[in-house]
């Protein structure tokens, strides 16, 4: 007579189950404190304590149709702690006698062929995975449970809320407070492209407004280069309306201002000048004499 399962552990693994399921379903924590899932836990408890004492009286009316022996043997057996029993039948070796029950009545070249039953863990991952993988199909044909393109537009969104509710609440770079930074040029060039490359031309090589490039400029309200551009983003033109207050506006906010500012100073100041024979604007303005 086998050894049965602790009730215990019975509890557990239909628990785990239940959250496996409830999860694959629902796809958030929140099924934790649903009532259908408090509801279904409860009931699963109630019916594995059903389930055991039924298996009780079944163990009953086997234990007494034993011999003395075995009944002796399965009572030593009940003594050793349930963990200890698994990993001893994970490991058992058999004797000669048990050999001899098992061994298959054919061999090659002296091997001899043993009908041993699988190993429990083996066959409980066999069981589990099984059960799992009809979970999973279950759920990936049947809810948006693992599908990529769902499951990246919901991430999207929420990505998309957070950073909105961020730039609701962070202190914007101001003229004041704005610095330049290498790793905003990137972020600068995209706003760029966005915005202002329809007069300012790709790379700031100029068109309809002037060239970015060269060292000649028509508006230097601000000492240093990188602050003279902030401020011309944020406040427009007074020599040319179509150079509109992007910032006053709410077209851009501070942290893009700050990244376009850093873009252009990186065309200024870091790369060579998109010169007229290369398609560059003709200068504008009077040559300045920025500040580092």
Known sequence: MKRRTPVYINILI??????????????????????????????????????????????NEKFK????A???????????PYFQYLWNGAFKSQGEKEE??????????????????????WLGLFYFG??????????????DFAHPYKEYEQEYREQTAAISEYMATVTQ??????????????AGKAVFETNCVS????GGKGGIGPNLTDNFWINQPEKTLFKNVFYMVDNGSKNNPTMQAWGKNGVVNGFEMQAVAAYVYHINQEQAPITEAQGGAAPQGTEAHWEK
């Open 65 to 68: 149709k034993l011999t003395d």
């Open 173 to 186: 770079p101001t003229l004041e407070t704005a610095v330049f930074s290498e790793d905003n040029v990137e």
């Open 14 to 59: 239909v628990l785990g189950l239940l959250l496996v399921v409830f999860y694959m379903f629902s796809q958030s924590s929140d099924f934790l404190t649903s009532r259908y899932f408090l509801g279904t836990a409860l009931i699963s408890v109630i019916v594995v304590f059903i389930q055991t004492a039924i298996g009780d009286l079944i163990e």
């Open 130 to 143: 099984t059960a799992y993988c009809i979970l999973y199909i279950s759920s990936y044909f049947l809810t």
């Open 199 to 202: 007069c300012h031309g790709e």
């Open 100 to 121: 001899k029950d098992i061994l298959i009545d054919h061999g090659f070249d002296g091997i001899m062929e043993l009908d041993n039953q699988l190993p429990k863990w």
């Open 70 to 80: 075995e009944k002796a043997a399965y009572l030593n057996e009940t003594k050793v």
